[in-house]
């Protein structure tokens, strides 16, 4: 939200709508806004301003999404005036973040009167890094302004519980190499997003908790910004996926949708009116410190379920186990124990996927979403997991939602969660204003 409000701020010389705008957007901008917490007070004071800055960005993301596209078309899919399209098409196309293409040949006979002029988001326009760090490897990605994925590389490191420092040397190296790697400098890049799990402060930088680190409350935004001298995010690495599956995967045709991940955390993304829905100070949600019941030890959490420690159990003490744990490697152990009939882990994986699933059920009661994709390690549990998952989920939905939520059980690669960083340090970009000489962050 920062970028959207220097440019409220900003840019202020073409006024990008009308009064059949400002109808038709209302209770979009209502929806998106009181999503990030802002004042409904606010909003009436700031209405045209911010109607302009929600139009541009809807244009420049509607062209993204189903460019090469016509003005008409956008209206169309926007619900904005032609005028209003047009206008903030040409401020688009004069930044060079949109490119014109010409439909059909002017020099071919056949071809009646003036060729249609297509739109599409100029791939060149920036340069992003996206990064997915887990405590025993890092991944990152570097794409074009479309989302492309221009190079990519995977660092084995067990880095979790190392001091700051040094957690911030070999992050700095890994996205040095990336962007070398491809022949480019860091001079070339515009934006860095850096996911990891934990409980994250977006709009800040600073990381609440996570298990990569000894500390809590870190400014890590800040430290990586001024090694790299780049603007650096720091995201979620649920919400990283879950963008990812918005721009690139299995929501691109949703508004709305939840995803949780099962990985050495338990987060969870709630995607609404095509923006993630993020708490107080763009707060990430920690799926795994939800509350299922009181037991004889006091609260039971969902991480003491179905978290990677509660399925190894005491098993974690085993050499084996210890090693593979270490090396990010403990559940494709488990999985081939599973598959070897291993019956104290089969009754973990079934206790984790009911819990799970009775997760998964009081979240759609709440939310509704035509779509709940469940993403991560835990899902190489197998079927043990999963029947006792959707057992559980079917009989826990309320009868009045049966068939209301989709859900889908993907295995994304790590690359596609870095890419889904870049998701996020993209859209940063797309709702910032720009100039001739670049995005104003």
Not at 93 to 122: F, K, Q, S, T, Y
Not at 341 to 351: E, H, K, N, Q, V
Request: glycine share 8%; with cysteine; net charge negative.
């Amino acid at each position: 939200m920062m970028h959207l409000w220097k440019f409220l701020l900003h840019d202020c010389e073409n006024q990008f709508y009308n009064k059949g705008d400002l109808i038709c957007l209302s209770k979009k901008i209502a929806r998106l806004m009181t999503g990030f917490g802002c004042p409904l007070e606010t909003m009436k004071t700031a209405d045209p301003e911010l109607m302009r800055a929600i139009n541009r960005l809807n244009v420049l993301d509607t062209i993204r999404r189903n460019g090469p596209i016509s003005r008409i078309q956008i209206s169309e899919r926007t619900e904005l005036s032609t005028t209003t399209v047009s206008a903030i098409t040409a401020s688009l196309l004069d930044d060079g973040l949109i490119l014109p293409l010409h439909e059909g040949d002017i020099r071919n006979e056949a071809v009646r009167g003036r060729p249609r002029v297509m739109l599409e988001v100029n791939p060149d326009a920036a340069r992003v890094v996206g990064a997915k760090i887990a405590a025993s490897r890092m991944v990152f990605v570097l794409t074009n302004f479309r989302g492309d994925v221009l190079s990519r590389l995977t660092l084995p490191i067990r880095i979790d519980r190392q001091p700051i420092a040094v957690i911030a040397d070999l992050i700095e190296d890994g996205v040095r190499r990336c962007v070398v790697d491809i022949g480019l400098s860091l001079a070339d890049i515009d934006s860095i997003c850096l996911a990891l799990p934990g409980v994250i402060e977006h709009r800040t930088g600073h990381i609440r908790s996570s298990p990569i680190f000894r500390d809590v409350n870190i400014d890590f935004a800040a430290e990586m910004s001024a090694r790299l001298s780049i603007p650096t995010i720091i995201e979620s690495d649920a919400h990283a996926i879950t963008l990812g599956h918005h721009w690139f995967g299995k929501a691109r045709d949703l508004e709305d949708m939840v995803l949780i991940s099962l990985e050495q955390t338990l987060g969870l993304g709630v995607l609404h009116g095509n923006r993630l829905f993020r708490g107080a100070g763009g707060l990430s949600h920690n799926l795994g410190d939800l509350v299922l019941g009181m037991g004889q030890q006091g609260v039971v959490r969902l991480s003491s379920q179905a978290g990677e420690s509660a399925i190894l159990g005491e098993q974690q003490a085993d050499g084996r186990f210890a090693e593979a744990v270490r090396l990010g490697r403990g559940m494709t152990l488990v999985q081939a124990l599973i598959q070897a009939d291993d019956d104290r882990l089969i009754g973990a994986a079934m206790r984790a996927g009911e819990a799970v699933g009775l997760t998964v059920a009081n979240i759609v009661t709440l939310f509704a979403p035509p779509r709940v994709i469940l993403v991560g390690s835990s899902l190489a549990l197998g079927e043990p997991f999963l029947n006792s998952l959707r057992d559980a989920y079917e009989l826990a939905i309320p009868p009045s939602l049966k068939g209301v939520s989709e859900l889908v059980f993907d295995d994304s690669t790590d690359d596609f969660w870095a890419q889904g960083a870049a998701a996020v340090a993209l859209y940063e970009l797309y709702e910032s204003p720009w100039s001739t000489t670049g995005p104003a962050l």
